[in-house]
């Protein structure tokens, strides 16, 4: 029974190897890696694959016994025709997954030997175009760094974030993208922080159309853009879904950092009555542009479009606006102030205190202000809310509605969006400021 027992063992060992030597198989060879310049022809490699020669007139019932098992490459078909016999066909398997006929599961083995068939080898020929986008750049850069990951597409741009170790591969990196990505014709590289006034960062473009005016579809929207001019990232739209959910159709926004506007539209298309303001003038274009496209007036709602410092928006504009809303009788029910700029928005917090004057201090309308910043360290939720706090001038206590992670921008860097009730007797200047001691590490 012992020597039994370490039959299989071994057995169970030299399949695993075999299935481990037939994974390289599917890799592309060996000499690509380093290549810094795309050479498609070294991406050709020969390579065995088990298969079945079946009968034309059995082929829809092998073919769905040994569907699980087929070789799936790109562009690649994996039933041939027979050379020199047409009542014959050659199904290609998996090499990873099979290598004899007990690896096909019982009753997909029963349906095969019922058919007289037997597993044999095959040589093919594969290249570039049968290889994923990942298994090239995996083969082609040093081991164990990663490049097909780490991209955003907006619209027909395909956005890389290389590292400094990729640099010297960002040609190749490119090249490979663009064609093995569908609908793409542009790939740009970022080359700076967004650190200037107009949260826009300068780029290269890679490889394909020297093009940046796109467009994006999100949150039933359509936005078009400049990307090498304004700012635009993909990975917020959930986040601009879950702001614009809250906003109802008696609700007032005013957005401050309002972008090209993924919050300011979809909350007009909702009915609500929006005041969207940017202080980059391609912002501020692109706003306008997509409040026509969008047609954001459709269903009741309104976008008045401000290019402005965002200090100035709110000691102005929001402010009349504002204390009209809270003095009124119209049915509003919420006020809405959204600030994403998570760089500095919170400095901007000050300019609510003692905003309105003292005769909206009856008011019943709730003002809710959502507000952006970055927070370092393991405790982001508390970092962000000592800072808003700090920059507020007060606690917020039972005001706070919610602490809600963003995304992690950075190994150790979050963004991080408050969301709180402003009370009314600071909006209109009354009460003293508590202060906040504390002051959080953020950068």
Known sequence: MKIKHLSYILLYEVRNLLKMACSSILTPPAAVRGMKVLEKAA????????????????????????????LKLEKFQPVLDYPGDPTQKKVLLNPETVNSLEDLKENDRNKIKELGHKLESTEIEVGFDNWRSDQILRAVLPEGEEGSKGYTIIGHILHLNLREHLIPFKGLIAKVLLEKTKNIRTVVNKV?????????????????????????????????????????????STEHSRITDKIKTTDVIYDIFAGIGPF??????KGARVMAN?????????????????????????????????????????????????????????????????????TFLDALRGLVNNSCAESNIPVIVHVYCFARDFEPEKLALELIEKDAGFKLGGNLIELKIVRKVAPSKHMVCVSFSYPLSKLCGEGEEEPVKKKPCLE
């Open 278 to 346: 940017d202080l980059n003038p391609e912002s501020f274009k692109w706003l306008e542009h997509n409040v026509k496209v969008n047609k954001a007036e459709r269903r009741g709602g309104s976008v008045r479009c401000f290019n402005k410092d965002g200090r100035e928006f709110i000691l102005s504009d929001v402010k009349d606006d504002l204390e009209q809303v809270l003095k009124s009788d119209a049915p509003v029910s919420k006020v809405h102030i959204v600030m994403n700029l998570p760089a500095i928005a919170s």
């Open 43 to 70: 991406f050709a490699k020969k390579i065995c694959v088990p298969c079945f020669t079946i009968k034309t007139s059995t082929m829809d019932l092998a073919r769905k016994a040994l569907k699980p098992y087929l």
């Open 192 to 236: 700076d922080n967004i650190e200037n006034t107009y949260r826009n960062f300068q780029m290269e473009v890679l490889a394909g159309d020297n093009d940046l005016v796109t467009s994006v579809k999100e949150n039933n929207c359509q936005f078009h853009l400049d990307f090498g001019l304004v700012y635009w990232n993909s990975r917020l």
């Open 264 to 269: 300011a539209i979809p909350a007009a298309l």
